[in-house]
């Protein structure tokens, strides 16, 4: 081992996460060839720590080891230590969680794994303490104890590296075996799902509790699908639970990323954008089914938000808020009832009632807000609620904010442009869909290279080159605001995005690699199919080409959408509930629909939007040339003949004869899948 001339680089990182780190002692370094070419030279392993910038625990270690300066010099003595955020670089991070799994370790952040020189792990774990406590060892006796095994045991570490490596190659690279999905797949899987919800609260199991939005869906379409009550029952049941616990943040808007408990009450603090473009779409759907108001206000709450405070300049978005503020978790939304009471006067009582704010706190001696018990009350009521909110959001907006993390993502991007293009369609709201418009617009014109897409911008520097989710989700978002626009730029856009996948990801099997052909610093080349907390690529990539199939000229499309189905499950299908993205996909391409209206008459838009459907895309002509446009080849429509309102409703390439009122309409929707 010889020594190291290295010094904290992360300074030249355009990463908020990596920039919280350029004044740790730690001589970070990042990831590249650089690094692993240093770790190679002097000898040492190399220690990977992956985290990101709203991670509570990644703080917590940052403060005890990485700013400690006895505890970097041990780290800068003994290893290489690289930092990636894995938000920018969620390639590396599947890998690496993938290994920790491997060691039967369970995953989270901060991870902390241990590399040889060629980058291949053979030790790992997450949050390790400054001081022995619960039964782990503190942090610098792990870093003594395995740099002392890594050069005096070389054979047990060559046996540990070979071993995970091989697993890696065949849980995240093997081609596998192509298989049809089971005709009633989607039905099987909501019957699992309902087999592991939580009856009483709503959501998946006990403690810690995520959105699981991916799962959620299964059981909209399965209740679409075929009216299953239970289904249906258990979805509305769910989502209801999200907007009412403390999950959601009743002053600003936006849900946070998972609870701590079983009853939705106490969440981790912080809020990401992917689960919020999840939530406005699970809301858009319980809001056509019901037509309650509830589910309107809160994603009208939740694109307030957006526009509040993720909205970047350019028109991107923002990746996340964090949890803590002022050194402590949550402290930006929790209320003492004294501050509740000099706020709101007279009206704190009825306040207070409402949203479970007590003397004692329902949070360690602290209130958080939550209607779990008071979910709706009548219209005075909820008048004065509304008053009483806006006055202590006032209030809070006067407290030292939590961060934020400026890093633009082309993926999570690409799921709020969707959910803002839908939710402004079906509800009227002309300015999501110009906020969608503006979104799309900046990724197109600051993160494209040519036809490529780079996965993250932040103050100008791109991450490049895009993963598959990046093409996936932003495909999907273009079709989304052709199907809202009818402008055919984006149509073309996703044609062109769908060439790119082709030539630089596709994986020779009917799917697609994670990572481009020309990625060279990962350790192998990976598929993603098991959903994270948002689908899967592959599942995004594979609803894209099920959706684009129904407005593009590509006659290829439904043959390759069959063909990708059938590698994809025959992969997923051995634990098939880590991968209900896939499912959802599968049931678009099989369960596609496209509903074009001519002319339509009012009731007959209300029809469409109480019947929300994730396989259809609604269309709506403005005249007889967009009409001809959207019903290639249909012999039933004809300009001439057709005056008044009319819908024809296309299953895969073949269109129904048209109906032409409402309830004609409603009956068509009504009719189950085949």
């Not at 930092?83 to 901060?110: C, F, N, T």
């Not at 998972?258 to 759907?285: G, S, T």
């Amino acid at each position: 081992m010889t020594p190291s001339q290295l010094t904290n680089v992360l300074s030249r990182s355009a990463s908020p996460y990596l920039q919280q780190h350029k004044d740790n002692p730690v001589h970070w370094q990042i990831w590249g060839e650089a690094a692993l070419n240093e770790a190679k030279r002097s000898g040492k392993p190399i220690l990977l720590s992956i985290g990101y910038a709203a991670c509570h625990w990644c703080h917590v270690m940052a403060h005890e080891s990485f700013e400690d300066p006895d505890t970097a010099a041990v780290m800068n003595e003994l290893y290489v230590n690289i930092k990636v955020d894995r938000e920018e670089r969620s390639d590396i991070d599947q890998i690496y969680m993938a290994a920790l799994h491997a060691m039967g370790e369970q995953g989270g952040w901060p991870l902390t794994i241990f590399l040889n020189p060629e980058g291949e792990p053979f030790w790992g774990g997450t949050y390790f303490p400054k001081t022995a406590s619960h039964g782990r060892p503190d942090f610098v006796t792990v870093l003594k104890s395995l740099s002392k095994i890594y050069h005096e045991e070389p054979d047990k570490i060559a046996r540990n590296t070979q071993s995970i490596r091989a697993h890696l190659a065949q849980t995240l690279a093997d081609a596998g075996i192509a298989a049809e999905p089971e005709e009633d797949v989607l039905g099987r899987h909501a019957t699992g799902i309902l087999s592991i919800v939580d009856r009483k609260n709503g959501g998946i199991g006990h403690a810690p509790k995520f959105p699981s939005a991916s799962m959620l869906e299964v059981l909209w379409r399965h209740w679409r699908n075929t009216g299953s009550q239970r289904s249906g029952d258990t979805a509305m049941q769910w989502i209801t639970a999200l907007i009412t616990g403390g999950i959601y943040d009743h002053l600003g808007g936006g849900l946070a990323r998972y609870c701590v408990d079983a009853i939705w009450l106490v969440p981790h603090f912080e809020k990401m954008l992917y689960d919020n473009a999840q939530l406005v779409r699970a809301l858009l759907w319980a809001h056509g089914e019901t037509n309650h108001p509830l589910f309107r206000t809160r994603i009208e709450e939740t694109a307030g938000w957006l526009e509040a405070e993720m909205l970047m300049p350019g028109g991107g978005f923002a990746s996340s808020l964090d949890a803590d503020s002022e050194g402590e978790e949550g402290r930006f939304y929790i209320w003492d009832k004294a501050e509740i009471d000099a706020a709101l006067g007279n009206d704190a009582d009825i306040f207070c009632r409402h949203y479970d704010v007590s003397e004692g706190g329902n949070w360690e001696g602290r209130n958080i807000l939550n209607r779990l018990r008071a979910p709706q009350a009548d219209d005075e009521t909820e008048a004065r609620l509304a008053e009483a909110r806006g006055k202590l959001l006032a209030l809070r907006n006067g407290r030292e904010r939590p961060g934020r993390d400026d890093k633009i993502l082309a993926d999570w991007n690409g799921l709020m442009i969707r959910a803002l293009a839908e939710a402004g369609a079906s509800l009227g709201r002309d300015d999501w869909i110009a906020m969608a418009q503006k979104a799309f617009a900046f990724v197109t014109g600051s993160m494209m290279t040519g036809d490529r897409l780079a996965h993250a911008w932040c103050d100008g520097v791109t991450t490049y080159p895009a993963l598959a989710s990046d093409y996936g989700a932003m495909i999907n978002a273009a079709v989304a605001l052709y199907e809202a626009t009818l402008n055919e730029t984006y149509r073309d856009t996703a044609m062109r995005w769908m060439a790119v996948l082709d030539e630089h990801y596709a994986d020779g099997q009917g799917g697609y690699y994670y990572t481009a052909d020309d990625s060279s610093d990962v350790l192998l080349r990976t598929r993603h199919e098991h959903d994270d907390a948002a689908p899967s690529a592959s599942a995004q990539i594979l609803e894209a080409i099920g959706r684009l199939s129904m407005i593009a000229t590509d006659f290829d499309l439904p043959a390759k959408a069959a063909a990708f189905s059938a590698s994809l499950w025959g992969r997923v299908r051995q634990v098939p509930m880590a991968a209900s993205g896939a499912v959802n996909a599968i049931d678009t391409v099989r369960q596609s629909k496209k509903l074009v209206l001519v002319n339509p008459a009012k009731d007959m838009i209300e029809a469409i939007r109480s019947m929300p459907d994730p396989s259809r895309l609604d269309l709506i002509a403005r005249n007889a040339k967009e009409a001809q446009a959207l019903l290639p080849g249909s012999a039933d429509y004809d300009s001439g003949k057709t005056k008044g309102p009319a819908a024809y409703l296309c299953r895969g390439p073949v269109c129904l004869p048209p109906v032409f009122d409402a309830d004609s309409l409603s009956g068509l929707l009504r009719q189950p899948a085949d």
